[in-house]
């Protein structure tokens, strides 16, 4: 089984751009999808990006579409999103997913990282 260990978030102003990493420990990281999710103050988990195992399919909240993209090295073990164009509603607490199949909802998810921090201010 995949531990996963998310970096990159931080503060940024509106309009800005961060790249979130998750690294992923163990051989068997391309038996999963993955996936981003969020969770901002007082709000529920919402599902953000995934990608299919071998990175062929993505699938995006319309949220975030166009404007972030989500990637996967399986040589590296390490799943990425790249966020473009912030808006301060896009502040939350993102966190990484590893699961069976390629979906936006977290039951999908068996596996999840502590998450990282992003705050983007007007």
């Known amino acids: 089984q995949v531990q996963l260990v998310e970096s990159g978030g931080g503060l940024v102003q509106a309009g800005g751009s961060l790249r979130l990493s998750c690294a992923a420990s163990?051989?068997?990281?391309?038996?999963?999808?993955m996936a981003w999710f969020r969770q901002a103050p007082g709000k529920g988990r919402e599902f953000v990006a995934a990608?299919?195992?071998?990175?062929?399919?993505?699938y995006y909240a319309d949220s975030v579409k166009g404007r972030f993209t989500i990637s996967r090295d399986n040589a590296k073990n390490t799943v990425s999103l790249q966020m473009n164009s912030l808006k301060p509603e896009d502040t939350a607490v993102y966190s990484c997913?590893?699961?069976?199949?390629?979906?936006?909802?977290?039951?999908?998810?068996?596996?999840w990282g502590q998450g990282t921090q992003v705050t983007v201010s007007s």
């Open positions: 997913a590893a699961g069976g199949t390629l979906a936006a909802t977290t039951i999908s998810y068996n596996i």
């Open positions: 163990g051989r068997t990281f391309s038996n999963y999808a």
């Open positions: 990608i299919s195992r071998r990175g062929v399919s993505t």
